[in-house]
């Protein structure tokens, strides 16, 4: 089993497939985006993160993508 797929972040989520990946990519480069995050928890997460310390949300971090 790939690290992804056993780590806490990605445990029992339904993650995008490539189609709908690049159809995103796609849809952000034509409207002459810069950054494309898709979804709102990803995108209040990026948010938030302007306002926590460098450290706590690297300990975040470690404990969502480390294994079980």
Same mark, same amino acid.
Not at 1 to 29: N, R, S
């Given at each position: 089993m790939?690290k !992804? !797929?056993?780590a806490?972040?990605f @445990? +029992?989520k %339904?993650?995008?497939t #490539?189609?709908?990946?690049?159809? @995103? &990519?796609f849809e #952000?480069?034509?409207s002459?985006k !810069?950054?494309?995050?898709p &979804?709102?928890?990803?995108?209040f997460?990026?948010?938030? !993160?302007?306002?926590t310390p460098? %450290?706590?949300?690297?300990?975040?971090?470690r404990?969502?993508?480390?294994e +079980?």
């Amino acid at each position: 089993m790939h690290k !992804q !797929q056993t780590a806490l972040l990605f @445990k +029992d989520k %339904k993650l995008p497939t #490539a189609v709908e990946v690049a159809e @995103k &990519g796609f849809e #952000a480069m034509m409207s002459r985006k !810069q950054v494309a995050v898709p &979804g709102y928890m990803n995108n209040f997460l990026l948010f938030i !993160q302007r306002f926590t310390p460098r %450290k706590l949300v690297t300990n975040i971090t470690r404990v969502l993508t480390s294994e +079980d």
